[in-house]
């Protein structure tokens, strides 16, 4: 079975950082571009907000201006895991994060044909 796989939710207080994991199961990343999408509070399905995308053929992050400078993604290729590393997390980060896999960036989750099953960051004041 394919899937995303996703660790790492919590409550943080702004200033703070936290992690997120994405696991292959099923798929080799390295052969994916991976990105991640952050739905807010209040916000449906269809206002999920790209955070970023990373190529697989180069491992070039593009990121949203709104995390530019605080989150950064990595590759753990001997354990088919990307990484969303957070740092000075604000409150207007908060939202579920979904991790996604295809074969090319795209502005909208729904390009994506795999997704992991959302993981909850809160950032309190």
């Known amino acids: 079975q394919v899937q995303l796989v996703q660790s790492g939710s919590g409550l943080v207080q702004a200033g703070g950082s936290l992690r997120l994991s994405c696991t292959g199961s099923?798929?080799?990343?390295?052969?994916?571009?991976i990105g991640w999408f952050r739905q807010a509070p209040g916000k449906g399905p269809d206002e999920r907000d790209a955070?970023?995308?990373?190529?697989?053929?180069?491992?070039?992050?593009i990121l949203a201006s709104s995390v530019k400078g605080r989150f950064t993604v990595s590759r753990e290729k001997g354990k088919n895991t990307v990484y969303l590393q957070m740092n000075n997390l604000k409150p207007q980060d908060t939202g579920v994060y979904y991790c996604?896999?295809?074969?090319?960036?795209?502005?909208?989750?729904?390009?994506?044909?795999?997704w992991g099953q959302g993981a909850q960051v809160t950032v309190t004041t």
């Open positions: 099923g798929l080799n990343l390295d052969d994916y571009v």
């Open positions: 996604v896999a295809d074969a090319r960036c795209g502005s909208k989750i729904s390009e994506y044909r795999f």
């Open positions: 955070v970023s995308c990373t190529r697989n053929r180069d491992d070039t992050t």
